[in-house]
């Protein structure tokens, strides 16, 4: 033995399998793609530039916006209390705005008031004007008493809804605070879809409904899959007929159109598909698990188990199953990304995630009319994330099925 090979064999599997992976740069790529997915998917609300629920801010007057759009908004506040939430809250959940997004093109200040002329969505000249009070554009006003204009002493009295006490403020103080807090400038990176609701925003909240259905789904297909066909693989016999049996039956019906009967049968919805998913995938594991363990349950320990008395239940998961877990990690990438082609699939027939959950599926379904029109990157977006995350965990399990593959030879190890 060489000191190449000490090095190897010095350490254990996984950090030989992680060596191996580290020198696949196209495993790795998938690996980093995957990992900005999952912390785009975790950080959530938090970072999304519309960080209401669902990243459901509509503005129907900024409908299929083009990538880049710029436009200057005068935020109002409603006259509502407070919904600001804790943190977590929010990156899981949204925050729905204390503010009214208003677009305009110009505005001007007469005395107590503010004067808009309002973004129409078009480029024609089309002068529409709204004018808001001063007091009103920067507090929750309550609008059982009355606002006080008192332009000869430059003064705004109202009542205040969130603490409900007077409050009297000088109209140039409200301007200047309104100049610089309330008139803002919003970019619009990736576009606005037909809803006018910011298409990044809905593309980021997106990752978070694909990564979750491939999660749920490989984890039910592989408690399914390895308790069946570990069952299958050690007893035989009549147990394995019956469950073989079983696969094959389920796996006779197309994938497809077994999910979709699952889904019309516990309904539709975002948990639904997650189940449909998982309850469809979980025979390529038990097939691979099966075989594995078949030839594993002959050799020498799994004899000494039996002789030292230990229940079979005992072998078969603190014995066997660690031995055979390395092809279930390889075939539950593939599997991950057969889960998010198919919620994306039944989410474009829409029987998957419903409105307004933004969901890659919903959004090419929804969009696919304007492939050949004014605006295909509606389209082509959403499909083009389906695409990179697919490739992403393909690109990762056929690294780790080539890392843990103990026949390998790379260069830094050699066979003897």
């Known amino acids: 033995m060489n000191k190449r090979d000490d090095k190897y064999d010095s350490h254990s599997i996984t950090y030989n399998t992680w060596i191996r992976l580290k020198k696949n740069k196209l495993a790795m790529f998938g690996l980093i793609v995957i990992g900005i997915s999952i912390l785009t998917a975790l950080l959530g609300f938090s970072i999304t530039p519309d960080c209401t629920p669902n990243a459901n801010e509509q503005l129907l007057e900024l409908s299929k916006k ?96 969130e603490t409900n006490t007077k409050i009297m403020k000088k109209i140039q103080d409200l301007q200047a605070q309104i100049v610089e807090h309330n008139i803002i400038t919003k970019k619009f990176i990736l576009g606005t879809d037909t809803a006018g609701r910011d298409l990044l925003s809905r593309l980021m909240i997106g990752t978070r409904v694909s990564l979750s259905v491939g999660f749920v789904a490989v984890f039910i297909s592989i408690l399914i899959g390895t308790l069946m066909g570990a069952l299958a693989g050690y007893y035989r016999g009549y147990v394995d007929t019956a469950i073989l049996w079983l696969i094959n039956v389920v796996w006779s019906v197309p994938t497809l159109l077994l999910v ?151 260069e830094d190890q050699t066979m003897y």
Request: net charge negative.
């Open 260 to 410: 979709i009967a699952i889904t019309l049968a516990l309904g539709k919805g975002f948990w639904q598909v997650f189940i449909a998913v998982g309850l469809t995938m979980w025979v390529e594991v038990a097939r691979v698990i099966r075989g594995q363990i078949m030839s594993i349950r002959e050799k020498e320990f799994v004899e000494a188990g039996r002789a030292l008395g230990f229940s079979n239940t005992r072998i078969i998961f603190r014995h066997v199953l660690p031995n055979v877990m390395g092809p279930v990690i390889v075939i539950s990438a593939a599997n991950f990304a057969a889960a998010i082609l198919m919620e994306a699939g039944l989410s474009f027939l829409g029987i998957g995630a419903q409105p307004p959950t933004a969901s890659w599926g919903a959004m090419i379904n929804a969009h696919r009319g304007y492939i050949i029109g004014d605006a295909p990157y509606l389209a082509f977006v959403p499909g083009i994330a389906i695409m990179i995350m697919v490739l992403a965990f393909v690109l990762l399990g056929n690294g780790l099925r080539d890392s843990m593959d103990t026949k390998v030879i790379d």
């Open 66 to 161: 083009h990538p880049g759009f710029e436009i200057q908004m005068l935020q109002t506040m409603k006259n509502e209390s407070s919904h600001r939430v804790s943190f977590i809250n929010k990156m899981l959940y949204g925050e729905v705005s204390d503010y009214r997004s208003i677009p305009f093109t110009s505005y001007r200040f007469e005395g107590s008031d503010i004067v808009c002329v309002e973004y129409t969505g078009t480029d024609k000249k089309i002068n529409s004007e709204e004018r808001f009070n001063l007091a009103d554009v920067l507090y929750a006003i309550n609008y059982d008493t009355h606002i006080k204009n008192d332009l000869k002493e430059g003064t705004i009295e109202f009542y205040d809804l």
